[in-house]
């Protein structure tokens, strides 16, 4: 059996978002679950695109995500270089192949004659003009230096099918197919022809990459069969949507994987994520490891339809992996949040306070607002329905709740959580109107990771008899 070898080819313009992420991870687990290889390769052939460090951003998103590739261009490889800017002369040689054999010719149309064959569907298809220039002409155009490019012959009769992993049998109409351009007049190839090029001689076994490349892969075959190259097997991948009417767009800033990141998601609980969309496990798990994923996956299992991103969805898992870290990895993660604090607190019980309450990292400032916005909050906090409680109470209950807790000899959850317990029965009131009143003076927050007994073990005896005593006064 020849080697599996996956490529994940992405073009270094910008953020990596979560269709590039999700070639990615299936590119990795593919070649995995196979013993094959996983290859990066950076095409940068579309020089005006181009983002500042987006290479960096690729390869520490790869990083991030634990997605180690076997060849590339940090990395090396025998089939290098991994970079489609340094691999000039190899297209330029495989360009003039094609022209030799009659399946590519040079055009030199300039701009104006080019604007002059849009239709009105706004559809610009080359019409095979220069491939009927005589050899005098172009060897004429070319002494003079006239700009050119090298466009790709397509024949306008017969039809062209392939195989798609994922959608099947596909057959198109060659005349249907546009003369695309191969090498720009810039030198440089285009997506369309450095990808075949390079497939070919890294001897790329499975092209995965998105539905929208379906409507170019005849072009491509025809190339393969101009040079008597083997084809690849193609997946190509449904679209990822925001919506049911819009695709993920990395233009529109959708689904930024390190936005995610920064906003205190786990790489781990992304990849889980995102493996999900567009693929079924066949099984009723939702949480799933790497090296569960590379054990299950299989091309059987890529949907053909399009999935929708749901960031609730991601939030929940998120929040499943959080709750399961070790509890000093936690504390390293949720510390960068802390730092803001000014009142002392116990740091380790707050991270256990809230490791089972957030969906992200960037939960915690909200959560812990509380602890240094506490001055002159609304004293009708007091008066809640739900709890049944009113500013009348609060006036009765909190002055015998500030004397007991005074005395209150060992400071613990449970013997304060005892003490509000015994309390209820002197002043004859429900426990959960005495734990409302009581965690509303200590926090002056209707919403708060904790209970009252915690929130005193939390901010200290000395802080907690201080509230009390500031909210007796105004009350």
Same mark, same amino acid.
């Given at each position: 059996?020849?080697?599996?070898?996956?490529?994940?080819?992405?073009?270094?313009?910008?953020?990596?978002? &979560?269709?590039?992420?999700?070639?990615?991870?299936?590119?990795?687990?593919?070649?995995?679950?196979?013993?094959?290889?996983? *290859?990066?390769?950076?095409?940068?052939?579309?020089?005006?695109?181009?983002?500042?460090?987006?290479?960096?951003? &690729?390869?520490?998103?790869?990083?991030?995500?634990?997605?180690?590739?076997?060849?590339? $261009?940090?990395?090396?490889?025998?089939?290098?270089? !991994?970079?489609?800017?340094?691999?000039?002369? *190899?297209?330029?040689?495989?360009?003039? %192949?094609? *022209?030799? @054999?009659?399946?590519?010719?040079?055009?030199?149309?300039?701009?104006?004659?080019?604007?002059?064959?849009?239709?009105?569907?706004?559809?610009?298809? !080359?019409? @095979?003009?220069?491939?009927?220039?005589?050899?005098?002409?172009?060897?004429?155009?070319?002494?003079?230096?006239?700009?050119? /490019?090298?466009? %790709?012959?397509?024949?306008?009769?017969?039809?062209?099918?392939? &195989?798609?992993?994922?959608?099947?049998?596909?057959?198109?109409?060659?005349?249907?197919?546009?003369?695309?351009?191969?090498?720009?007049?810039?030198?440089?190839?285009? !997506?369309?022809?450095?990808?075949? /090029?390079?497939?070919?001689?890294?001897?790329?076994?499975?092209?995965?990459?998105?539905?929208?490349?379906?409507?170019?892969?005849?072009?491509?075959?025809?190339?393969?069969?101009?040079?008597?190259?083997?084809?690849?097997?193609?997946?190509?991948?449904?679209?990822?949507?925001?919506?049911?009417?819009? @695709?993920?767009?990395?233009?529109?800033?959708?689904?930024?994987?390190?936005?995610?990141?920064?906003?205190?998601?786990?790489?781990?609980?992304?990849?889980?994520?995102?493996?999900?969309?567009?693929?079924?496990?066949?099984?009723?798990?939702?949480?799933?490891?790497?090296?569960?994923?590379?054990?299950?996956?299989?091309?059987?299992?890529?949907?053909?339809?399009?999935?929708?991103?749901? $960031? /609730?969805?991601?939030?929940?898992?998120?929040?499943?992996?959080?709750?399961?870290?070790?509890?000093?990895?936690?504390?390293?993660?949720?510390?960068?949040?802390?730092?803001?604090?000014?009142?002392?607190?116990?740091?380790?019980?707050?991270?256990?306070?809230?490791?089972?309450?957030?969906?992200?990292?960037?939960?915690?400032?909200?959560?812990?607002?509380?602890?240094?916005? !506490?001055?002159?909050?609304?004293?009708?906090?007091?008066?809640?329905?739900?709890?049944?409680?009113?500013?009348?109470?609060?006036?009765?209950?909190?002055?015998?709740?500030?004397?007991?807790?005074?005395?209150?000899?060992?400071?613990?959850?449970?013997? *304060?959580?005892?003490?509000?317990?015994?309390?209820?029965?002197?002043?004859? &009131?429900?426990?959960?109107?005495?734990?409302?009143?009581?965690?509303?003076?200590?926090?002056?927050?209707?919403?708060?990771?904790?209970?009252?007994?915690?929130?005193?073990?939390?901010?200290?005896?000395?802080?907690?008899?201080?509230?009390?005593?500031?909210?007796?006064?105004?009350?």
């Amino acid at each position: 059996m020849t080697e599996i070898r996956t490529r994940f080819a992405p073009s270094p313009t910008g953020f990596m978002h &979560i269709g590039n992420l999700r070639t990615a991870l299936y590119c990795y687990l593919y070649a995995r679950h196979n013993n094959g290889k996983f *290859i990066l390769r950076i095409e940068d052939t579309d020089q005006q695109r181009q983002v500042e460090n987006a290479v960096e951003v &690729i390869y520490n998103t790869l990083l991030l995500s634990g997605l180690v590739h076997d060849e590339g $261009p940090d990395v090396g490889g025998s089939y290098g270089p !991994y970079v489609q800017s340094e691999r000039k002369t *190899i297209y330029a040689k495989y360009a003039q %192949q094609l *022209i030799e @054999k009659g399946a590519a010719y040079y055009c030199f149309c300039g701009k104006e004659r080019l604007d002059s064959l849009v239709d009105e569907s706004g559809t610009r298809k !080359y019409d @095979k003009h220069c491939l009927h220039l005589s050899p005098q002409e172009i060897s004429d155009n070319l002494a003079s230096g006239i700009p050119y /490019v090298i466009r %790709q012959n397509v024949p306008l009769d017969g039809t062209t099918t392939f &195989i798609d992993q994922v959608y099947g049998e596909i057959t198109v109409e060659n005349k249907e197919l546009h003369d695309n351009v191969l090498m720009k007049s810039d030198g440089l190839p285009t !997506y369309n022809f450095a990808n075949v /090029v390079d497939d070919h001689l890294m001897e790329i076994s499975h092209v995965f990459r998105g539905m929208e490349y379906l409507s170019s892969t005849p072009n491509y075959n025809l190339l393969y069969n101009a040079f008597g190259w083997e084809i690849p097997q193609y997946v190509h991948l449904p679209h990822i949507m925001r919506d049911k009417s819009h @695709k993920l767009s990395k233009r529109q800033g959708d689904a930024n994987f390190e936005d995610f990141y920064n906003k205190g998601y786990l790489p781990e609980a992304i990849l889980n994520y995102v493996a999900l969309l567009g693929w079924n496990p066949k099984t009723e798990q939702e949480q799933f490891s790497l090296e569960e994923l590379v054990q299950l996956f299989d091309i059987a299992g890529i949907s053909k339809s399009s999935a929708i991103f749901d $960031p /609730v969805k991601l939030r929940w898992l998120n929040g499943l992996y959080i709750k399961e870290m070790d509890v000093d990895e936690f504390l390293t993660r949720a510390l960068p949040f802390y730092r803001t604090v000014k009142t002392p607190v116990s740091i380790a019980l707050l991270s256990t306070l809230l490791q089972s309450r957030i969906g992200a990292f960037t939960d915690i400032p909200e959560k812990i607002a509380f602890i240094d916005n !506490y001055d002159n909050y609304d004293l009708a906090l007091f008066e809640n329905k739900d709890a049944k409680t009113t500013l009348d109470m609060a006036r009765q209950t909190l002055p015998v709740v500030l004397n007991a807790l005074r005395d209150l000899q060992q400071w613990t959850n449970e013997a *304060i959580f005892s003490l509000y317990s015994t309390l209820t029965e002197t002043l004859g &009131i429900k426990k959960k109107q005495l734990l409302w009143i009581v965690r509303i003076a200590l926090t002056g927050h209707a919403s708060t990771p904790c209970g009252a007994s915690e929130m005193c073990v939390l901010i200290g005896k000395k802080l907690s008899l201080k509230r009390l005593e500031e909210t007796v006064e105004r009350l």
